[in-house]
């Protein structure tokens, strides 16, 4: 089961994410590591981008595994965030 399966499989679910968000437009890194956010939905990163994802996690880079984007509950607000497996526990 790739990553991207395995995030899709546990929607409704939580994840723990062990890093800091880094948000884009300005925003920066949150400081906030180990972050618990439930799980609306999946998909790929292409997918994500054309959403206009919001933010990523603060260790993903081009060397990174797996790499999804997942639709997370952040703060009340649903939020396209790119997450790679390394960072993320899924709860």
Partial sequence: MTFLEQIQAHKGGLICLKTQLYWYGGRGYD??????????????????AAAGA???????TAATGAIAAALLLVDGSPQWIWVAEEDVELL
Avoid: E, H, M, Y
């Fill in 54 to 60: 919001a933010a990523r996690t603060a260790a993903r």
């Fill in 31 to 48: 400081k906030n590591p180990g972050r618990v956010c439930l799980i609306l939905d999946a998909a790929t990163v292409a997918t994500a």
